[in-house]
C-alpha cells in the first residue's frame, strides 16, 4: 500500500484533479462540473476511488481547449448541484 507521501507526489506530478479543483481551475460552479460528468460530456476519469472520480489535468485541459465556450452555457442539473460533496 502506497504511503501518503508517494501518493501526493503522483497527484502532483500527474496533476490530478477532482471535480472541485476543476471547477476552480476552470472558474466554473462545481454543479456545472457535476452536471457535465452526470451527462457524460467530459473525458473518461483516470482513477475512481470508491465515489471520487478523478481526472488528469492535461485531459481536461484539452477538452476545455474544444469544447469550453459551449460549456459554459450548459445547465447545472438543479437537484444534482445539492447533492454534491465532493
Same mark, same amino acid.
Given at each position: +500500500?502506497?504511503?501518503?507521501?508517494?501518493?501526493?507526489?503522483?497527484v502532483r506530478?500527474?496533476?490530478?484533479?477532482?471535480? &472541485?479543483?476543476? *471547477?476552480?481551475?476552470?472558474?466554473? =460552479?462545481?454543479?456545472?462540473?457535476?452536471?457535465?460528468?452526470? &451527462?457524460?460530456? +467530459? =473525458?473518461?476519469?483516470?482513477?475512481?476511488?470508491?465515489?471520487?472520480?478523478?481526472? *488528469?489535468?492535461?485531459?481536461?485541459?484539452?477538452?476545455?481547449?474544444?469544447?469550453? =465556450? &459551449?460549456? %459554459?452555457?450548459? %445547465?447545472?442539473? =438543479? %437537484? +444534482?448541484?445539492?447533492?454534491?460533496?465532493?
Amino acid at each position: +500500500m502506497p504511503s501518503d507521501t508517494l501518493t501526493r507526489t503522483l497527484v502532483r506530478r500527474l496533476d490530478l484533479v477532482g471535480q &472541485r479543483e476543476i *471547477a476552480s481551475r476552470l472558474g466554473v =460552479p462545481v454543479g456545472r462540473v457535476h452536471t457535465w460528468v452526470y &451527462r457524460d460530456l +467530459m =473525458p473518461s476519469p483516470v482513477l475512481i476511488v470508491g465515489n471520487a472520480q478523478v481526472w *488528469a489535468w492535461r485531459e481536461v485541459e484539452m477538452w476545455w481547449a474544444e469544447f469550453g =465556450p &459551449r460549456a %459554459e452555457t450548459w %445547465e447545472i442539473h =438543479p %437537484e +444534482m448541484s445539492a447533492e454534491i460533496t465532493c
